[in-house]
């Protein structure tokens, strides 16, 4: 599975920003995409999630209600749409994909870098 993001880029607190992630290769038809971020200093967490099976969706509390993340599968990507942005949320963004869980088998694209300003 290769995974190509892209999308990152400076905005202004309370603006907006789409990420967007190319999925190809062998994915299964079981599986879970999902945005993860590093702020500078911090671990890598995960922000949002989705399965294939049930549509099943995660979000961290720090991003509820303010970003969705979605599956276009005609175009075989996943998006994040990020609203109301906080220069808190300033990181560098990595989608990624799991066959089995977050804990276990994960493969990353590269990283996007979005900079909130205050």
């Known amino acids: 599975v290769q995974l190509q993001a892209s999308g990152g880029g400076l905005v202004q607190a309370g603006g907006s920003l789409r990420l967007s992630c190319a999925v190809s290769g062998r994915t299964g038809s079981s599986y879970a995409l999902g945005w993860f971020r590093r702020a500078p200093g911090k671990g890598r967490e995960r922000i949002a999630s989705?399965?294939?099976?049930?549509?099943?969706?995660y979000y961290a509390d720090s991003v509820k209600g303010r970003f969705t993340i979605a599956r276009d599968n005609a175009k075989n990507t996943v998006n994040l749409q990020m609203m109301s942005l906080k220069p808190e949320d300033t990181a560098v963004y990595y989608c990624a994909f799991t066959s089995t869980n977050w804990s276990a088998r994960v493969t990353w694209g590269q990283g996007t870098q979005v900079t909130v300003s205050s």
């Open positions: 989705i399965t294939t099976r049930g549509g099943t969706t």
